[in-house]
């Protein structure tokens, strides 16, 4: 909704509003303002949009959470590193569905700009050995199988690494 850097523009004048507040004597005004101010700094390392689009994504509602990231409209300037990162994560999973190409492409880059979760870099790289599974990468797709398999460590997809497996022995 914001630019990144308005998002703390408006926090560091909620503070000095809240600093007004304390001078005052109006104790809990400044600190209710003081937890205003944080929900912005919050939304400046956590934009609002990706947390609607993964809540619809829980749901199995991949329309909703397109219609969400649609509302970011330059995600360079709106979103930090990670997020942007976290933005091309979810575009992938939303494109996978019908154009492959353009999915490896949302993944690669979001593994290049950073995901700060290491089985959320374990389900990008294991898209894209099913991506390169379809496209007969043998190779890459082993490589990307058993990197994935090195980040899961609470055993989470270890299902989809055994289907991922024994469909490559088919290639």
Do not use: C
Not at 130 to 140: F, Q, V, Y
Request: aromatic share 12%; net charge positive; glycine share 6%.
């Amino acid at each position: 909704m914001f630019n990144k850097y308005i998002k703390l523009v408006i926090a560091a004048g909620i503070l000095v509003w809240a600093v007004f507040q304390f001078i005052d004597g109006n104790i809990m005004n400044g600190i209710s303002i003081v937890l205003l101010a944080g929900i912005f700094v919050l939304f400046y390392f956590k934009n609002e949009f990706i947390l609607l689009a993964f809540l619809q994504l829980r749901k199995q509602n991949f329309v909703g959470a397109s219609k969400w990231l649609s509302y970011i409209k330059n995600p360079s300037t709106a979103l930090i590193k990670k997020q942007q990162g976290y933005y091309n994560f979810l575009q992938g999973i939303m494109v996978s569905q019908t154009n492959m190409n353009q999915a490896e492409k949302y993944f690669k880059k979001a593994l290049s700009l950073g995901l700060s979760m290491k089985h959320d870099i374990a389900m990008a790289k294991l898209q894209l050995a099913g991506i390169a599974m379809s496209k007969r990468r043998k190779r890459e797709a082993t490589t990307l199988i058993s990197e994935a398999k090195k980040l899961d460590t609470q055993n989470v997809l270890t299902d989809q690494i055994k289907m991922l497996k024994q469909q490559l022995k088919k290639i």
